[in-house]
């Protein structure tokens, strides 16, 4: 289910094509000299992929894109007949009509621009990046070839160099043209500028200082507010997974604080936000780290359930909201929905009434209603299970992983039982096949409450979101959910820590 919320979302957010409110066109005159009669294909870089915009045929090195609509504001590519080299990349901006000439010998060095000026300036850039580049690498070719026993050094120092000609290019730039989309590509690039770092009481740097500064900073310069600074060829992508998955606490409620500021920062640019809110989505529901759920359901409610994530259809819309309703009731710090489940002795008796057997949901709804006063005396509810930690599990007998699981989760508490914790385990089978999983409690001498859904009160896939076993929730004393999704081993870790917070 997670994977296929995952593959709509991406689905939607990728090919939802931004509404066009331009219609001046587009003309792009190309000639490359010393290139075979063929055909060209200008590609658009959207997101972390490539896509196709145009087709044209080659004449004698010329060829030209035309269009009615404008094109999307970001960078573009030039691919040969192939399709497997790119022949230059160049910008996009709001002069949509353009020629650029060169030839294979050497694509930017020899490029003429007529058109934008920012055309011309991204030429020079990768002039002088891709020269930079080039003496590092021959410096340190040849070195390496002399053998010199100072290799190291050298190599070291003239790469300093090269990059202190880099950055020095790039600040003079940047001063001078603060506010274009080079500018915007630029600063994608690059880390953020730290100041001298104050020190804490210790004498040591302040890393609260220190990180409270890098995150403040981290988007200085970049217009969040502009569709070009997210088709970037993975720039803006790569810039976005640094700052989420290293630079930010890992924490949902401070995830949660700075998506809903970078949202913010979209302003009125529906391209930046519909990618912005599809990234965060998609990354916190797929995240494996936990509570990370949070900030999925946190998206949902906020964009999805008030209709404006606007490029998602009304069916795939209504899927996710669904998966949001399923994981509320389950975040951390939530109470865990009550299940009144039947352990051993009372399925006997939801046997003899034949509920184990009973397909038709009217027929079982007709059973338990004329046989309520006994089923409910052989409930076993969760809420009744007294203990500062409760466990619980939710496994199969014949799912693999569950047989070892299990077991271990037993050794873990009658160890736990051993030490003194006051810890529980309500164990729920998934299935129906009464005799097989008796035969694995006493097999594994499982001495604690033994349940299963006999009587079908509860859809334990919706209410527990179990879609695969086992799964194992924490909760406390009051039945708050202090952690889930963990491995029997990691149950006394988190018991023995939380039994130290709260001693």
């Not at 057997?357 to 809420?383: G, R």
Request: glycine residues 4%.
């Amino acid at each position: 289910m997670k994977k296929i919320i995952s593959a709509l979302i991406l689905l939607v957010a990728i090919s939802g094509a931004k509404a066009q409110t331009k219609d001046e066109g587009y003309e792009i005159k190309v000639t490359i000299k010393g290139i075979k009669d063929s055909v060209c294909y200008l590609t658009e870089y959207r997101w972390e992929g490539q896509y196709y915009v145009d087709t044209a045929l080659v004449k004698k090195g010329s060829f030209t894109f035309k269009g009615k609509k404008h094109l999307e504001k970001g960078l573009y590519s030039i691919l040969r007949a192939n399709k497997s080299y790119i022949y230059f990349d160049f910008p996009v901006t709001e002069q949509q009509k353009f020629s650029i000439v060169t030839d294979t010998l050497d694509m930017y060095k020899n490029m003429k621009v007529t058109g934008p000026s920012v055309n011309e300036d991204f030429r020079q850039f990768v002039v002088v990046m891709s020269s930079n580049y080039k003496e590092a690498y021959d410096f340190e070719q040849d070195v390496k070839k002399r053998k010199d026993p100072d290799s190291t050094k050298l190599i070291r120092e003239n790469k300093t160099k090269h990059y202190e000609d880099i950055k020095k290019y790039q600040k003079d730039y940047l001063a001078k043209n603060p506010n274009t989309y080079l500018s915007t590509i630029i600063r994608l690039q690059n880390d953020v500028e730290m100041p001298t770092i104050p020190k804490a009481s210790n004498g040591r740097k302040d890393s609260t200082w220190e990180y409270n500064y890098y995150v403040q900073h981290y988007w200085d310069g970049i217009p969040l507010n502009d569709e070009g600074t997210v088709h970037t060829n993975k720039l803006f992508v790569n810039k976005l997974k640094t700052y989420y998955e290293k630079t930010l606490i890992q924490a949902p409620d401070t995830i949660i604080k700075y998506s809903d500021w970078l949202v913010k920062q979209t302003g009125g640019d529906k391209e930046m936000f519909k990618y912005i809110v599809y990234y965060m989505t998609k990354t916190s529901e797929d995240s494996k780290i936990m509570g990370h759920d949070a900030v999925f359901v946190d998206m949902i409610n906020k964009y999805y359930r008030t209709n404006k994530a606007y490029w998602v259809d009304e069916k795939t819309n209504k899927k996710i909201i669904e998966r949001g309703d399923i994981l509320e009731p389950l975040l951390l710090g939530n109470k865990a929905p009550e299940m009144n489940m039947i352990d051993t002795t009372g399925a006997k008796t939801i046997k003899k009434l034949g509920m184990d057997t009973i397909t038709d949901s009217e027929h079982l709804t007709t059973v338990f209603t004329n046989n309520y006063t006994t089923l409910q005396k052989l409930f076993v509810p969760l809420y009744n299970v007294k203990a500062d930690y409760t466990v619980v599990v939710f496994w199969d007998v014949d799912c693999g992983h569950c047989q070892k699981e299990i077991p271990k989760l037993k050794e873990i508490y009658d160890k736990l039982k051993a030490e003194g914790k006051s810890v529980e385990v309500y164990s729920v089978y998934t299935h129906f096949e009464v005799d097989k999983w008796k035969k694995f409690i006493k097999d594994h001498k499982l001495d604690w409450v033994n349940v299963y859904n006999g009587v079908h009160l509860i859809d334990l896939k919706v209410k527990f979101d179990i879609y695969s076993t086992p799964r194992i929730f924490l909760l406390d004393k009051n039945k708050i959910i202090k952690a889930k999704q963990i491995s029997a081993e990691q149950v006394e870790d988190l018991v023995n820590a939380l039994s130290k917070v709260k001693s």
